[in-house]
């Protein structure tokens, strides 16, 4: 199966922008369909963004819309997360996972990165 490691998360202040990274070994994500989650504290995993196959469609979380841009650069089987406007509330987990098909529902999607941390000041 593929294997994903995230990275790019970290502190920053309300209105700031970060660039996560999701790099895959073993299988090109050409074939799947990769997803972005995320997971604060006490709350359930939410679906982010989603990129299908070689990123010629990509679909969001309404919430996500217009903030959030997902994309990926084939050459380095590696998916990205821009994300602008960074606000308080977004502050989780950030996750990378592949599914088989385009879904939102974090069911779907079998292989799964470590995470990595973003949190947003006030």
């Known amino acids: 199966q593929v294997q994903l490691v995230e990275s790019g998360g970290g502190l920053v202040q309300a209105g700031g922008s970060l660039r996560l990274s999701c790099a895959a070994s073993?299988?090109?994500?050409?074939?799947?369909?990769t997803g972005w989650f995320r997971q604060a504290p006490g709350k359930e995993r939410e679906f982010v963004a989603g990129i299908i196959g070689s990123g010629g469609s990509t679909y969001y979380a309404d919430s996500m819309k217009g903030r959030f841009t997902i994309s990926k650069d084939n050459a380095k089987n590696t998916v990205y997360l821009q994300m602008n406007s960074l606000e308080p509330e977004d502050t989780a987990l950030y996750y990378c996972?592949?599914?088989?098909?385009?879904?939102?529902?974090?069911?779907?999607?079998?292989?799964w990165g470590q995470g990595t941390q973003v949190t947003v000041s006030s």
């Open positions: 996972a592949s599914s088989a098909w385009a879904s939102r529902s974090a069911a779907d999607f079998r292989s």
């Open positions: 073993g299988r090109t994500l050409n074939n799947y369909v």
